[in-house]
C-alpha cells in the first residue's frame, strides 16, 4: 500500500463523489417534481460538498470485491440523507451560509426548506429499493436496515444536541462529547458508509463489526478538524459562516475545553454569553473566541483530534484486514485527511 502522503485523495474523493452526484442528478430530473419544488429540492445537492460519505461507501465496496454500480443506490442514499439532514440542521441552528452560498432557508423561506428536507429525506430512504434487485431481498434488507438503525441515531443524537444548548449546558467532559459524536455524526458520515460499503462487496460475507470502532474515530476526527476549521479556517475555503459554531452556542469540543479551564470569572461570563435565546453580538462572538486562544482551546482539539486519527489508524488494520486493492488504499489516506483538510 502506498504511504497515505503518496495517494492522490482529492483526485478519488471527486471521482467517487461524482458517480453518485451522477445518479443523484438523474433521480431528481424526474418529470414528477413539481416546478415549485424542484428549486429548492436540487439546491443542495447541486453545490456539491465533500462527497466523503458515498466515497467511503464506494471504495469500501471495491475493497471487498464488489463492484461499484452495485453500490452506487446506497451512496445515493446516504448523500440525499446527508443534504437532508443539512437543510434542518441549518434551519434549527439558524445558520446563514451552507457551502459558500446562503443556507435554504434563507433562500426559499423556512417552509419550503423544511419541506424539500422531508422530500429529500424521503427520495433518499427510497433509493434503496433498487437494492432489492441489484443485490437480493436478503442483501437489500441487511443493508436497509442499516439505515434505518442510522436514521434513528442520528436524529436522536441531534436532539441531544439542542437540548444541550436550549440547557445551556456547560459540564460536559470530551467523553459526553465524544459520546454525542458517535450518535450524530460517525454513525451516518462513516460507521454506515463503511459497513454498508463491506456488506455490498463481500455479498454480505464480511465482519462488520470492526467498522463501528474505525468509523467511530474516523468520524470524529472529521467533526473535531470541522470544529477547528470554524474557528481558524480560511472563510473563503471553509464555505460556511466563520465563528458560526461560536454564534449558534454549539457545544463543541473547544467550547468544552474552554469552559473546563476558565478561571471563575470566565465560566460566569460564558454562561452568560452561551445562555439560550441570546442574541450574540460580533462582540460577544469576538469574546469567546478571544477566551478560547486565550486558554488554548483551539490547539487542544487539534491535539485531540490527531490522537483520534491515531486510533482510527490502529483500528483500520483489524476494519479492513481482508480488504485490498485502491478501495482499500483511499479509506487508508483518508485517515490524515480527516485532519488536514482545509474546508
Not at 461560536?246 to 460566569?268: C, G, W
Request: glycine share 8%; aromatic share 8%; charged share 25%.
Amino acid at each position: 500500500m502506498p504511504p497515505p502522503g503518496d495517494f492522490p485523495v482529492e483526485v478519488e474523493l471527486r471521482r467517487y463523489a461524482e458517480l453518485t452526484r451522477a445518479a443523484i442528478r438523474e433521480e431528481l430530473s424526474s418529470d414528477e417534481i413539481s416546478h415549485y419544488l424542484r428549486p429548492a429540492l436540487i439546491d443542495y445537492p447541486a453545490r456539491g460538498g465533500k462527497g466523503i460519505r458515498p466515497a467511503l461507501m464506494l471504495a469500501t465496496c471495491e475493497a471487498f470485491g464488489g463492484l461499484i454500480p452495485d453500490a452506487v443506490p446506497s451512496a445515493m442514499a446516504i448523500e440525499l440523507l446527508h443534504n437532508a439532514f443539512l437543510i434542518h440542521d441549518d434551519i434549527e441552528d439558524g445558520s446563514l451560509r451552507r457551502r459558500g452560498r446562503p443556507t435554504l432557508h434563507e433562500l426559499y423561506g423556512t417552509a419550503m426548506a423544511i419541506h424539500a428536507g422531508d422530500a429529500l429525506a424521503l427520495r433518499g430512504m427510497g433509493a434503496l429499493r433498487a437494492n432489492i434487485d441489484l443485490l437480493g431481498s436478503r442483501l437489500a434488507a441487511a443493508v436497509f436496515e442499516e439505515f434505518d438503525f442510522m436514521a434513528r441515531h442520528t436524529a436522536d443524537g441531534q436532539a441531544i444536541d439542542l437540548a444541550w444548548r436550549e440547557e445551556n449546558r456547560l459540564d460536559i467532559t470530551p467523553e459526553d462529547y465524544l459520546d454525542l459524536m458517535m450518535k450524530k455524526t460517525s454513525w451516518y458520515t462513516t460507521v454506515l458508509p463503511l459497513r454498508v460499503g463491506a456488506f455490498i462487496g463481500s455479498g454480505g460475507a464480511a465482519d462488520v463489526k470492526p467498522m463501528i470502532d474505525f468509523g467511530f474515530f474516523l468520524g470524529a476526527a472529521f467533526q473535531i478538524q470541522d470544529d477547528v476549521l470554524n474557528l481558524a479556517g480560511d472563510p473563503s475555503v471553509y464555505g460556511k459562516e466563520q465563528y458560526g459554531d461560536v454564534r449558534e452556542a454549539k457545544r463543541t469540543l473547544t467550547i468544552i475545553h474552554l469552559y473546563a479551564v476558565a478561571d471563575a470569572a470566565d465560566k460566569r461570563r460564558l454562561q452568560q454569553l452561551l445562555a439560550p435565546q441570546t442574541s450574540r453580538s460580533p462582540d460577544d462572538v469576538a469574546a469567546v473566541v478571544a477566551m478560547m486562544e486565550h486558554y488554548g482551546s483551539i490547539g487542544f482539539a487539534r491535539e485531540f483530534a490527531r490522537g483520534v486519527a491515531e486510533s482510527a489508524q490502529a483500528a483500520f488494520e483489524q476494519a479492513f484486514a481482508a480488504a485490498s486493492g485502491p478501495g482499500r488504499d483511499f479509506v487508508a489516506a483518508m485517515i490524515p485527511y480527516m485532519v488536514d483538510r482545509i474546508y
